[in-house]
C-alpha cells in the first residue's frame, strides 16, 4: 500500500465522537495522544528504525505526563482532593509503570512491541471512554449545582450498562487494529531475519540465491497481478479466483454463498470537497475499517473507483454483514480539512442455483449479475442493498445459454445465410438480393432473427456475426461471378456494429480480401435507430465507408421518429419502405392513405424507393400505382439458399398486372 502520510493514513485508533468528554481542552489533548499513539504505530510497522519508534514513544510518554498534570489540575478545580481524583491520579502513575516494565523487558522483541500496543490502545479507548468522561460529567453536574455524592450518582446510572457495553464494542475493534499493527510489526521482523538469511545464502551460493530471488519476484508479480495497490484489497482479478476456487468446491450446497457489489453513494461528492488525494486516503481507510468488520473466510476486492465486491461463503450472514460494514462507513473520517461520512448501495447475487438448468455458473457472469442487480438498486434503492430475484436470474441464465450457443454456432459454422431478390415489379430485372441469416441449431432446428438476434442486440457478440455476414456475402457473390452470376448483395448492420470503434478501417480489410468484387455491389442497410442521438457520429462513420464503394440504405423506413430535417442529413441512396405499412394496404383506405403518404414523403428525400413485405398481387399494383417500383416479398420470392438462386432466375417472371400497370402521377 502507498504511504500517503503517518498521520493521516495508518489509524490504529480511529478517532470516534463516543470519545468526547464535552469539555474542549481535554478532548484536543486526547486527539494529540491519539495522533502521536498513530504515529507510533506506523513507525514500526513500516519498516522505520526501532530508534526512531522509541524516540516516539518518549514523546508519547512526554505528552502524557503534559496531559495528566492539565487534566488533574481540571478535576482538582472541582473535585480537590476526593477519593475519585485521587484514584484518578492513581491510574495515571501506574500508566507509566507499566510503560516502564515493558521498557525494561528481556523478552524478545516483537513480543514486547505486541504487548506494549495492546496494552496502550486498550488502555486509553478505556481511560477516555470510562474514566475521563466519568469526571467530566461529574464536574458538570457539581457546576450545575448538584453536591458530590448525588452528582456521582447521577453519573453512575447515566453510565451504567451503556458505557461498558460501548466500552467493550470499541475495545473489541482496537483489539483486531492492534492485532493488525502487531501482526505488520511480526511480519516486518520476519522480512529482516528473511534478508539476512538471502544475504548468507548469497555469500554461500550466489546462483542458488538469485533463483531464489527470482522466484520471489516471480510472486510478487503475481500478487500485484490479483491485488489493487490503492488499498490493499484484492482488485477484480483476485476476487474473480476467489469465486472460481469457491465454485470449484464439490461440497457447495444451493445458495449457500453470496457474491455483493458495492458502489459508494457520495464519494464524488467527497473527491470534490477534499481533491483526489485525500478522497483516495479515504478509500484507503475505508477498506481497513471494513475488513476488521469482516469473517476471516470473507473476500474484499476493489474492483474499481468508488466500486467494491464482497465474497461471502455463507450467504446466511450476508445482510448482517452489510449493515456492519453500513455502520463502520457511517462513522466520520478526520481528513484533515473536515470529516465526512459514506454511504453505499448494493447488489446481491446467491449462488450457486443448482436448479437453473445446465449451464455452469461462471464468476464473470455472478460479477455482472451483481453489477445489474446494483444498477437496480441505485434507481430504485439508494443507500440500501436489493438481491437478484429468481425470475430475473432465470431470464439472465436463458440469455447466457444463448450467447454460449450463439459463440459455439458460429465456431462449428452452424449460421446460414438465405437470399431474397430485389426486383423492378414493372419489367422483372433482378435489382439484386439482400442477405438474411438464419441458424441452424442442433438441438432446435432451422431459426429465423427473431429468435436470436435480440439477445445480442446490444452485445459485441452481435459484431462477430455481422462480420460474418459480411464476409459469408462477399464470399458468395464472388462464387456467383465464377457461375456467370453477376447479382449485387445488401448486408444488415447493427448500430453496434456500425458504431463499433474502427468499423470503415474492419469493413476495408474485409473488401481487400476480395479485390476481383467492386465495392458498389455491397450495399449496407442500416435502420434509422442506429443514427438516434449520434447523428454526427454516424455520418462520418458513413462517409467513410461510402469512401471504400459501398452503398447505404435506410431500412425500415417510416417506423422511426426523427424529423424530416434529421433523416436528410443521412447519405443514403436508397429508403426501404417497412413490411407493415404494405401488408394491410389493400385492408382500408386508411391503411392506403398511410402508404400513399409514405411513398410521397419518400420523394422529399430524393432518394431510391424499395417496398419490404409484398405478399399479393393486389399489393404491388397498388404500389405501382403509388410509384413504388421495386420491392422484395413473398409475391416475388422467398428467401433463397444460396444453390437455389440460378433456378429462381431462370424461372423469374413478373406477373402479367404488374407489367400492366399505370404508374399514377403524383
Same mark, same amino acid.
Given at each position: 500500500?502507498?504511504?500517503?502520510?503517518?498521520?493521516?493514513?495508518?489509524?490504529?485508533?480511529?478517532?470516534?465522537?463516543?470519545?468526547?468528554?464535552?469539555?474542549?481542552?481535554?478532548?484536543?489533548?486526547?486527539?494529540?495522544?491519539?495522533?502521536?499513539?498513530?504515529?507510533?504505530?506506523?513507525?514500526?510497522?513500516?519498516?522505520?528504525?526501532?530508534?526512531?519508534?522509541?524516540?516516539?514513544?518518549?514523546?508519547?510518554?512526554?505528552?502524557?505526563?503534559?496531559?495528566?498534570?492539565?487534566?488533574?489540575?481540571?478535576?482538582?478545580?472541582?473535585?480537590?482532593?476526593?477519593?475519585?481524583?485521587?484514584?484518578?491520579?492513581?491510574?495515571?502513575?501506574?500508566?507509566?509503570?507499566?510503560?516502564?516494565?515493558?521498557?525494561?523487558?528481556?523478552?524478545?522483541?516483537?513480543?514486547?512491541?505486541?504487548?506494549?500496543?495492546?496494552?496502550?490502545?486498550?488502555?486509553?479507548?478505556?481511560?477516555?471512554?470510562?474514566?475521563?468522561?466519568?469526571?467530566?460529567?461529574?464536574?458538570?453536574?457539581?457546576?450545575?449545582?448538584?453536591?458530590?455524592?448525588?452528582?456521582?450518582?447521577?453519573?453512575?446510572?447515566?453510565?451504567?450498562?451503556?458505557?461498558?457495553?460501548?466500552?467493550?464494542?470499541?475495545?473489541?475493534?482496537?483489539?483486531?487494529?492492534?492485532?493488525?499493527?502487531?501482526?505488520?510489526?511480526?511480519?516486518?521482523?520476519?522480512?529482516?531475519?528473511?534478508?539476512?538469511?538471502?544475504?548468507?545464502?548469497?555469500?554461500?551460493?550466489?546462483?542458488?540465491?538469485?533463483?531464489?530471488?527470482?522466484?520471489?519476484?516471480?510472486?510478487?508479480?503475481?500478487?500485484?497481478?490479483?491485488?489493487?495497490?490503492?488499498?490493499?484489497?484484492?482488485?477484480?482479478?483476485?476476487?474473480?479466483?476467489?469465486?472460481?476456487?469457491?465454485?470449484?468446491?464439490?461440497?457447495?450446497?444451493?445458495?449457500?454463498?453470496?457474491?455483493?457489489?458495492?458502489?459508494?453513494?457520495?464519494?464524488?461528492? %467527497?473527491?470534490? *470537497?477534499?481533491?483526489?488525494? $485525500?478522497?483516495? /486516503?479515504?478509500?484507503?481507510? &475505508?477498506?481497513?475499517? #471494513? =475488513?476488521?468488520?469482516?469473517?476471516?473466510?470473507?473476500?474484499?476486492?476493489?474492483?474499481?473507483?468508488?466500486?467494491?465486491?464482497?465474497?461471502?461463503?455463507?450467504?446466511?450472514?450476508?445482510?448482517?454483514?452489510?449493515?456492519?460494514?453500513?455502520?463502520?462507513?457511517?462513522?466520520?473520517?478526520?481528513?484533515?480539512?473536515?470529516?465526512?461520512?459514506?454511504?453505499?448501495?448494493?447488489?446481491?447475487?446467491?449462488?450457486?442455483?443448482?436448479?437453473?438448468?445446465?449451464?455452469?455458473?461462471?464468476?464473470? %457472469?455472478?460479477? *455482472?449479475?451483481?453489477?445489474? $442487480?446494483?444498477? /437496480?438498486?441505485?434507481?430504485? &434503492?439508494?443507500?440500501? #442493498? =436489493?438481491?437478484?430475484?429468481?425470475?430475473?436470474?432465470?431470464?439472465?441464465?436463458?440469455?447466457?445459454?444463448?450467447?454460449?450457443?450463439?459463440?459455439?454456432?458460429?465456431?462449428?459454422?452452424?449460421?446460414?445465410?438465405?437470399?431474397?431478390?430485389?426486383?423492378?415489379?414493372?419489367?422483372?430485372?433482378?435489382?439484386?438480393?439482400?442477405?438474411?441469416?438464419?441458424?441452424?441449431?442442433?438441438?432446435?432446428?432451422?431459426?429465423?432473427?427473431?429468435?436470436?438476434?435480440?439477445?445480442?442486440?446490444?452485445?459485441?457478440?452481435?459484431?462477430?456475426?455481422?462480420?460474418?455476414?459480411?464476409?459469408?456475402?462477399?464470399?458468395?457473390?464472388?462464387? #456467383?461471378?465464377?457461375?456467370?452470376?453477376?447479382?449485387?448483395?445488401?448486408?444488415?448492420?447493427?448500430?453496434?456494429?456500425?458504431?463499433?470503434?474502427?468499423?470503415?478501417?474492419?469493413?476495408?480489410?474485409?473488401?481487400?480480401?476480395?479485390?476481383?468484387?467492386?465495392?458498389?455491389?455491397?450495399?449496407?442497410?442500416?435502420?434509422?435507430?442506429?443514427?438516434?442521438?449520434?447523428?454526427?457520429?454516424?455520418?462520418?462513420?458513413?462517409?467513410?465507408?461510402?469512401?471504400?464503394?459501398?452503398?447505404?440504405?435506410?431500412?425500415?423506413?417510416?417506423?422511426?421518429?426523427?424529423?424530416?430535417?434529421?433523416?436528410?442529413?443521412?447519405?443514403?441512396?436508397?429508403?426501404?419502405?417497412?413490411?407493415?405499412?404494405?401488408?394491410?394496404?389493400?385492408?382500408?383506405?386508411?391503411?392506403?392513405?398511410?402508404?400513399?403518404?409514405?411513398?410521397?414523403?419518400?420523394?422529399?428525400?430524393?432518394?431510391?424507393?424499395?417496398?419490404?413485405?409484398?405478399?399479393?398481387?393486389?399489393?404491388?399494383?397498388?404500389?405501382?400505382?403509388?410509384?413504388?417500383?421495386?420491392?422484395?416479398?413473398?409475391?416475388?420470392?422467398?428467401?433463397?439458399?444460396?444453390?437455389?438462386?440460378?433456378?429462381?432466375?431462370?424461372?423469374?417472371?413478373?406477373?402479367?398486372?404488374?407489367?400492366?400497370?399505370?404508374?399514377?402521377?403524383?
Amino acid at each position: 500500500m502507498p504511504w500517503q502520510s503517518e498521520t493521516d493514513v495508518f489509524e490504529i485508533f480511529p478517532w470516534n465522537r463516543n470519545f468526547e468528554t464535552g469539555l474542549e481542552d481535554i478532548d484536543e489533548q486526547h486527539r494529540v495522544l491519539v495522533s502521536i499513539l498513530n504515529r507510533l504505530a506506523w513507525h514500526f510497522a513500516s519498516g522505520s528504525s526501532v530508534l526512531d519508534g522509541l524516540h516516539l514513544l518518549d514523546e508519547l510518554l512526554a505528552y502524557a505526563s503534559y496531559h495528566f498534570r492539565y487534566e488533574e489540575g481540571v478535576w482538582e478545580k472541582t473535585l480537590g482532593g476526593t477519593e475519585m481524583a485521587r484514584n484518578h491520579h492513581d491510574s495515571h502513575q501506574m500508566f507509566f509503570a507499566r510503560i516502564q516494565m515493558l521498557r525494561q523487558s528481556k523478552a524478545p522483541q516483537e513480543d514486547v512491541l505486541a504487548e506494549l500496543f495492546d496494552y496502550l490502545t486498550r488502555w486509553l479507548a478505556f481511560h477516555i471512554l470510562e474514566s475521563d468522561r466519568r469526571m467530566a460529567l461529574t464536574i458538570k453536574a457539581m457546576k450545575a449545582g448538584k453536591p458530590l455524592e448525588e452528582a456521582r450518582e447521577r453519573v453512575d446510572s447515566e453510565l451504567n450498562g451503556s458505557v461498558s457495553v460501548l466500552v467493550t464494542a470499541l475495545l473489541e475493534i482496537y483489539g483486531k487494529l492492534s492485532a493488525s499493527t502487531i501482526q505488520l510489526m511480526r511480519e516486518k521482523m520476519a522480512r529482516h531475519k528473511a534478508e539476512d538469511e538471502l544475504q548468507r545464502l548469497q555469500s554461500e551460493r550466489l546462483n542458488r540465491a538469485l533463483e531464489d530471488q527470482a522466484s520471489d519476484h516471480q510472486k510478487q508479480v503475481e500478487f500485484l497481478a490479483y491485488a489493487d495497490p490503492l488499498t490493499g484489497l484484492w482488485n477484480r482479478n483476485g476476487i474473480t479466483r476467489f469465486i472460481r476456487e469457491l465454485l470449484d468446491r464439490g461440497d457447495l450446497k444451493n445458495d449457500s454463498a453470496a457474491l455483493v457489489s458495492m458502489d459508494l453513494d457520495n464519494f464524488q461528492e %467527497i473527491n470534490a *470537497r477534499f481533491g483526489e488525494e $485525500t478522497a483516495d /486516503r479515504m478509500l484507503g481507510l &475505508l477498506a481497513r475499517r #471494513w =475488513l476488521d468488520a469482516l469473517p476471516p473466510d470473507a473476500a474484499l476486492a476493489r474492483i474499481g473507483g468508488d466500486e467494491f465486491a464482497l465474497l461471502l461463503p455463507d450467504a446466511s450472514q450476508v445482510e448482517i454483514r452489510l449493515r456492519a460494514l453500513q455502520l463502520t462507513a457511517r462513522q466520520p473520517f478526520d481528513l484533515g480539512g473536515g470529516s465526512a461520512l459514506v454511504s453505499f448501495t448494493a447488489g446481491i447475487v446467491v449462488f450457486p442455483d443448482n436448479e437453473l438448468g445446465h449451464v455452469d455458473e461462471d464468476a464473470d %457472469i455472478l460479477l *455482472r449479475q451483481a453489477d445489474q $442487480t446494483l444498477f /437496480r438498486a441505485k434507481q430504485e &434503492l439508494k443507500g440500501n #442493498w =436489493l438481491f437478484l430475484d429468481v425470475g430475473e436470474k432465470k431470464a439472465d441464465r436463458s440469455r447466457q445459454r444463448l450467447l454460449s450457443d450463439i459463440r459455439k454456432g458460429l465456431e462449428y459454422g452452424q449460421f446460414r445465410l438465405l437470399y431474397q431478390p430485389k426486383v423492378s415489379l414493372r419489367t422483372g430485372e433482378v435489382k439484386g438480393v439482400e442477405a438474411l441469416i438464419r441458424w441452424q441449431h442442433p438441438d432446435i432446428g432451422f431459426l429465423s432473427p427473431d429468435g436470436f438476434l435480440p439477445a445480442i442486440e446490444h452485445h459485441p457478440l452481435m459484431v462477430e456475426i455481422g462480420e460474418w455476414v459480411l464476409f459469408e456475402a462477399l464470399t458468395q457473390m464472388s462464387m #456467383w461471378d465464377s457461375r456467370g452470376i453477376h447479382m449485387n448483395i445488401s448486408v444488415n448492420v447493427a448500430a453496434i456494429q456500425l458504431q463499433a470503434p474502427g468499423f470503415a478501417e474492419r469493413l476495408r480489410d474485409i473488401l481487400g480480401r476480395f479485390p476481383d468484387l467492386d465495392p458498389a455491389r455491397l450495399d449496407l442497410e442500416i435502420l434509422e435507430s442506429a443514427t438516434l442521438g449520434e447523428l454526427d457520429k454516424v455520418v462520418s462513420i458513413i462517409d467513410d465507408c461510402r469512401r471504400l464503394g459501398v452503398t447505404f440504405s435506410l431500412d425500415d423506413f417510416g417506423t422511426g421518429y426523427s424529423s424530416l430535417s434529421y433523416l436528410k442529413q443521412l447519405p443514403v441512396h436508397a429508403l426501404k419502405i417497412d413490411r407493415e405499412f404494405v401488408s394491410g394496404v389493400n385492408d382500408t383506405e386508411e391503411n392506403y392513405s398511410i402508404l400513399r403518404g409514405i411513398i410521397g414523403l419518400s420523394r422529399v428525400f430524393g432518394r431510391e424507393l424499395i417496398a419490404e413485405g409484398v405478399e399479393t398481387i393486389e399489393q404491388g399494383e397498388i404500389l405501382l400505382s403509388l410509384g413504388c417500383e421495386f420491392a422484395q416479398g413473398y409475391a416475388i420470392s422467398p428467401p433463397l439458399a444460396r444453390e437455389k438462386l440460378a433456378d429462381w432466375l431462370a424461372g423469374w417472371k413478373p406477373f402479367p398486372q404488374w407489367a400492366e400497370s399505370l404508374t399514377l402521377s403524383q
